[in-house]
């Protein structure tokens, strides 16, 4: 009999099953996968750390958050500076002065305030949707190009449908600062994130390959307590019907060259081209191996976003007002599971960056151990 079986080594599991062992319970984590990670699982190919359930890029504003996460690593200086492709035309992101400059021409940034100013007035009174979020963050022009067709292709959604919290992720800045985060931390784990888990999980019991929706009753016989993270519907078998997600696809090439696109990722913001973006792993870690030396191939991900259906791994949470609804509904039904914990992006139904996952769980472990 273990005190606490963890369903899901991604971070919420891992962390919530270190902090558990550190606090003498016994613990077993289990994951359906044959490797743990969950999405932040990166794998080795020709010494470049391939990040295989999509970029992987840690930020945060949050002390706690990065004094607890780098006891298991050493994060590098990596700062996410997107570009984006819009029908063979590069643009700076987030939205900055060179975004600014070579959308218009603008130099000063009065310049581009007054831009914004003029296009913006067409949104009268508070953003209902994220188009008109987005018109009145930085103007028509913008949306038309850098947001419109890159929001539609990853959400499968007009932006007229979708909730504007989602752009507001995105800094708009009059400054020639195109660091996408406003994090006071930033960086990628030294010798990926796997490594990184492994370290979580030392010393800790992990079955993978295993499937606790399956097999439910046989485990929850072995533990007092189940923290659960995967999908919150799937648990309770879609009952009420199912929740949204949106779902990711790569195509990983290995190419016979050191440089594919010179920037780790480039953002495809037309609405034609099929994938929403490319990322090339080995900028990341700035194109060297664990030694420093310069990497001669190179691997590259053309991810391309599907609506999620059941057998696919759900990746976002579509967490608008129809699907709110409806996981306030399970979130009742997991109320009445006093043995089960619901914990992470899948257990919660939340869009979480992996500093809020860590949050979250540690939070929870303050109450819970
Ligand atoms: N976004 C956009 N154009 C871009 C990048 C992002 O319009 O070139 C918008 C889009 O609505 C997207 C949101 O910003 O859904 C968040 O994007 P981000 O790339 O941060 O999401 P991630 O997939 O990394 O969580």
Known sequence: MYDYLVVGAGLYGSIFAHEAKK????????????????????????????????????????????????QFAE???????PVANYKGELYSLPFNMYT??????????????AKIEEQKKEITGEPQNLEEQAISLVGRDIYEKLIKGY????????????????IKRLPVRLTFDNNYFNALYQGI???????????????????????????????????????????????????????????????NELLDKPNFQG??????????????????????????????????????????????????????PVNDEKNGKLYAEYKKLADNEPKVIFGGRLGEYKYYDMDAVIASVLDMCEKEL
């Open 189 to 251: 784990p030294m010798g990926g994130y796997t490594k990184m888990v492994e370290n979580i999980l030392e010393g800790i019991e992990v079955r993978l390959g295993v499937d606790y929706l399956e097999n439910k009753e046989e485990y929850d016989a072995i533990a007092d307590k189940i923290v659960y993270t995967g999908a919150i519907d799937a648990y309770f078998d879609y009952k009420l019907g199912n929740l949204e997600y949106r779902s990711v696809r790569f195509e």
């Open 100 to 113: 600014f400059n070579k959308m218009w021409g603008v130099v000063t940034p009065e310049e581009a305030a």
């Open 151 to 166: 929001t539609e292709k990853q959400w499968g959604r007009d932006c007229k449908e979708l909730p504007s919290f989602i």
């Open 75 to 81: 994060f590098n200086r990596f700062t996410n500076s």
């Open 23 to 70: 606090a003498g319970k016994s613990v077993l984590v289990i994951d359906k996968r044959p490797n743990i990670a969950g999405n932040v699982y990166t794998e080795k190919v020709e010494g470049i750390n391939v990040h295989k359930y999509g970029a992987h890029i840690f930020h945060t504003n949050n002390k706690k958050v990065w004094d607890y996460i780098t």
């Open 263 to 316: 920037n780790a990722a480039v953002n495809y913001t037309d609405r034609e081209t099929p994938w929403t973006r490319i990322i090339e792993h080995k900028w990341f870690e700035f194109g060297k191996d664990e030694e420093g030396n310069d990497l001669p191939k190179t691997v590259i991900s053309r991810e391309y976003s599907s609506e999620w259906k059941p057998g696919d791994e759900p990746y976002y």
